[in-house]
């Protein structure tokens, strides 16, 4: 596979539930992200990772939990979630942080809260 | 924070029409994108344009970095252009990778 590829597209979850969104990108980057896409909003950062390590928080409720188990590969942990937590969940990829890099986008995960 | 404007919010073109949609930002920046959202959400880079201007077909952008303004030129559009254009940019002098997006010109194209 080739780029950015995020798992599972669509995921309709109770707020009880426990789940995980996977991305893993294939353009050998260092840099991973994590945004939230809400109806009617633009694209709100969430997660940053650079080599593995996180460099921003946006003030993400702990109901989401992050991890970077290495370059290629990000996870959003998610519980306890709320229905206003029903969203487009958009991972990206760059070489590094710092503001020289383009970003690529994989196709989104599509979260429902019931 | 940085604050990023996008103009207009909604265009509705006929087939083969041309277009110019715009970013303001309030700040320097070291980093432009413009993305093309489709209806299936998949966000698509279009230019990474931090100042000059760059072709890539019907579509063109510039950014005149100084003017802290970015234009995303469409010619002969198609109704496959539909869908929503977002410009993304990043503070000058950060490193960390904090992208702004503005909240979008929706495009629609009618045949």
């Known amino acids: 596979e080739t780029g950015v590829t995020q798992t599972p597209r669509h995921l309709v979850m109770g707020m009880t539930n426990k789940k995980s969104l996977k991305c893993e990108q294939h353009?050998?980057?260092?840099?991973m992200y994590w945004y939230k896409q809400s109806a009617k909003k633009p694209l709100e950062l969430m997660f940053v990772?650079?080599?593995?390590?996180?460099?921003e928080n946006n003030s993400v409720p702990s109901r989401f939990s992050p991890e970077c188990p290495n370059s290629s590969h990000l996870f959003l942990h998610l519980h306890t979630l709320q229905p206003e937590d029903s969203a487009l969940y958009l991972c990206?990829?760059?070489?590094?942080?710092?503001?020289?890099?383009?970003?690529?986008f994989g196709p989104g995960t599509r979260l429902t809260v019931t | 924070g940085i604050q990023v404007e996008q103009s207009p919010p909604d265009l509705i073109l006929q087939e083969g029409a041309n277009s110019t949609l715009r970013c303001n930002f309030s700040?320097?920046?070291?980093?432009l994108q413009w993305f093309h959202q489709n209806p299936w959400g998949q966000l698509i880079n279009l230019f990474y344009?931090?100042?000059g201007t760059k072709q890539n077909g019907r579509l063109s952008a510039t950014t005149v970095a100084t003017e802290r303004y970015s234009l995303l030129y469409i010619s002969s559009s198609q109704t496959t252009d539909s869908g929503v254009y977002f410009c993304?940019?990043?503070?000058?002098?950060?490193?960390?990778?904090?992208?702004?997006f503005g909240d979008g010109t929706t495009l629609t194209v009618k045949p």
């Open positions: 344009i931090p100042s």
């Open positions: 700040d320097s920046v070291n980093n």
């Open positions: 993304a940019v990043e503070p000058y002098n950060t490193n960390a990778g904090k992208s702004t």
């Open positions: 353009l050998g980057h260092n840099a």
């Open positions: 990206a990829s760059s070489q590094e942080t710092g503001g020289i890099d383009e970003q690529y």
């Open positions: 990772y650079n080599f593995k390590e996180q460099t």
